[in-house]
């Protein structure tokens, strides 16, 4: 089973900022945490991963808790290809064993 | 273009056929993955490859094969399948196992009739 809990379905408003939230109560200290999204009719991408420190790249920032317990994908400014399918996973022993859940659904309103 | 290609992107089969799905990474990769994505259900993880040997089976019913002739293709031979089977199944490939993100293939559709 996934071990992190996301809510199914969120949305925005295009150019806004999306704070899509994971929680993960049972993450070990070897856990990373790993962000994947899925667009309409294909697989899905790498869009950002940490351990402990916040983490920025080209494509989303991820705030993480200082107690490892939760983490939050922030989307600086949405747009419409952003919509897609939001997946948070905590691999295992850096990085085997991939459970995907169901994830967040976004929609992105213009 | 994720550098991860899979054929077909489509197939429909008879329950008494026989087909393979192929993936193929142009990444230099040395780790390779099949997952099954049916209708509202989550990623499932079939199989891991690491090195063309196979190191993750996930109680994958024996009516899948897969097979690992080097390190950038992997297949999937199926045979006898259930409608059940019907699914999206998902390739992916990253640099070692458990190292580094995955990048995904787009599919391949499967229909079994």
């Known amino acids: 089973d996934a071990k992190t809990t996301q809510p199914n379905s969120m949305e925005s408003n295009e150019e806004e900022p999306v704070h899509l939230p994971c929680n993960h109560s049972?993450?070990?200290?070897?856990?990373?945490i790993h962000w994947y999204r899925q667009l309409p009719s294909q697989g899905p991408e790498y869009v950002i991963h940490?351990?402990?420190s916040n983490v920025n790249n080209r494509m989303a920032s991820l705030a993480i808790a200082e107690d490892r317990k939760s983490s939050t994908l922030i989307l600086h400014r949405a747009t419409l290809r952003d919509a897609a399918v939001y997946y948070c996973?905590?691999?295992?022993?850096?990085?085997?064993?991939?459970?995907f859940g169901p994830g967040t659904r976004l929609s992105v309103l213009p | 273009e994720t550098g991860v290609t899979q054929t077909p992107r489509h197939l429909v089969m008879g329950m008494t056929n026989k087909k393979s799905l192929k993936c193929e990474q142009h990444?230099?990769?040395?780790?390779m993955y099949w997952y099954k994505q049916s209708a509202k259900k989550p990623l499932e993880l079939m199989f891991v490859y690491s090195l063309e040997e196979r190191v993750e089976n996930n109680s994958v019913p024996s009516r899948f094969s897969p097979e690992c002739p080097n390190s950038s293709h992997l297949f999937l031979h199926l045979h006898t399948l259930q409608p059940e089977d019907s699914a999206l199944y998902l390739c992916?490939?990253?640099?070692?196992?458990?190292?580094?993100?995955?990048?995904f293939g787009p599919g391949t559709r499967l229909t079994v009739t």
């Open positions: 940490g351990l402990t």
């Open positions: 990444l230099g990769h040395n780790a």
């Open positions: 992916a490939s990253s640099q070692d196992k458990g190292q580094g993100e995955q990048y």
């Open positions: 049972t993450i070990s200290g070897t856990d990373y």
């Open positions: 996973i905590l691999s295992e022993n850096y990085g085997q064993n991939f459970v």
